[in-house]
Every structure is written in structure tokens, then in C-alpha cells.
């Protein structure tokens, strides 16, 4: 199993940046493609961005296409996401994720960070 633990939340004015990261513990986490997930307040949990075990394939939601970036560090066991021009609807609890085993679906996740943007 991996334990994912997040940060880097925060408020920030519309057009502002932050950057998350998420410290997994775990041998596996090499091997074991990340991603990130958001939930706004009454929505589901949607996909944000994925990148596979090595950094060599990333995925965006359209939503956040050329202003997110998904990264890893393995030597740190840590993934990042780099966002850029925040917009209000990019409110939520940021979710990092982990995909164990490669069943193809996220099943390990960390606790949450909020990110809000204000207009």
C-alpha cells in the first residue's frame, strides 16, 4: 500500500498560482502511476491530471489544459501540481492519488487539500 499525504493549498486571487505536492510513503511508488483529483462543494470527484510511473506520459482534464503541469520527483517520493492563471471554478479539496497494483483506477488517496480562488 501507498499513504499519500498533500499540501500546498491555499486562498489566491483569480489569475494566481500555486503548487501542491504529495509525499507518498511506500516502496512501490516508483512504479505506481499518480494523479490528482478535485472536488468542488455539491460535485463529484473529477480527474484533474495523471502521470505514469516514470514522468514519461501525462493526462489533463480539458479544464485545466495549459495551465496545470503534473510532475514527480521519485528520488522524493513526491508529486507535484503546478497550476497557473487560477480560475474561481478551480475551487475545491485537491485530491493526490494513486494507482496500486495498475488496476487502471486510483485506489489510494490522501486526505485532501482545499485550494479557493477568489474573483
Known amino acids: 500500500q501507498v499513504q499519500l499525504v498533500e499540501s500546498g493549498g491555499g486562498l489566491v486571487q483569480a489569475g494566481g498560482s500555486l503548487r501542491l505536492s504529495c509525499a507518498a510513503s511506500?516502496?512501490?511508488?516508483?512504479?505506481?502511476?499518480m494523479g490528482w483529483l478535485r472536488q468542488a462543494p455539491g460535485k463529484e470527484r473529477d480527474f484533474v491530471a495523471a502521470?505514469?510511473?516514470?514522468?514519461?506520459?501525462?493526462h489533463y482534464a480539458d479544464s485545466v489544459k495549459g495551465r496545470f503541469t503534473i510532475s514527480r520527483e521519485n528520488a522524493k517520493n513526491t508529486v507535484y501540481l503546478q497550476m497557473n492563471s487560477l480560475k474561481p471554478e478551480d475551487t475545491a479539496v485537491y485530491y493526490c492519488?494513486?494507482?496500486?497494483?495498475?488496476?487502471?483506477?486510483?485506489?489510494?488517496w490522501g486526505q485532501g487539500t482545499q485550494v479557493t480562488v477568489s474573483s
Open positions: 502521470i505514469t510511473w516514470n514522468g514519461g506520459s501525462t
Open positions: 511506500g516502496r512501490t511508488f516508483t512504479t505506481i502511476t
Open positions: 492519488a494513486a494507482d496500486v497494483g495498475a488496476t487502471g483506477d486510483f485506489n489510494s
